[in-house]
């Protein structure tokens, strides 16, 4: 009787300890899909002394920038399925295979000129002390980007 009660309680412990590890999963996924934006705008709003001018600048700036990557994204990733789809076929050709990769390596370098080209939109707008903040929080940015990444297992 004793132990059936332990195993009873040992086994309600297990499950609430599962069903939490679940929901904090799901805040997580919900921080790294929707509330990527909501993020920004934070660390917009941390640049010390921000007019209102120059957040509306830089919003301006951004939405330019999203208007132009959003096709190349997409691009890209019509791309890599075509990619999966050569290098996963019986016949693999690798003239196709290293001509999409190159495709897609293009693409993306197009994408990094592009966001190069937005930030120093940004820090033109910004006096010598917010550009200093705003460059002493890139390197913090990375390192964040690769922690999460590393536990999310990528």
Do not use: C, W
């Not at 590890?21 to 899909?33: A, L, W």
């Not at 000129?113 to 990375?142: C, I, N």
């Amino acid at each position: 009787m004793k132990n059936s009660k332990l195993v009873v309680i040992a086994m309600s412990l297990l499950m609430t300890l599962s069903i939490s590890s679940f929901s904090q999963k799901s805040g997580e996924q919900r921080i790294r899909t929707g509330e990527r934006s909501e993020m920004r705008q934070d660390r917009m709003d941390r640049i010390p002394d921000l007019s209102v001018d120059q957040k509306e600048k830089i919003r301006g700036y951004r939405m330019e920038n999203q208007k132009q990557l959003l096709p190349l994204k997409n691009e890209i990733n019509e791309k890599k399925a075509r990619l999966k789809t050569l290098t996963t076929a019986d016949n693999t050709d690798m003239k196709s295979i290293n001509a999409m990769i190159e495709e897609i390596g293009e693409l993306k370098t197009e994408i990094a000129k592009l966001k190069a080209a937005t930030h120093q939109k940004v820090r033109a707008e910004l006096t010598e002390d917010q550009r200093l903040f705003v460059d002493s929080q890139a390197g913090k940015r990375q390192r964040m980007r690769r922690v999460r990444r590393m536990q999310n297992g990528r």
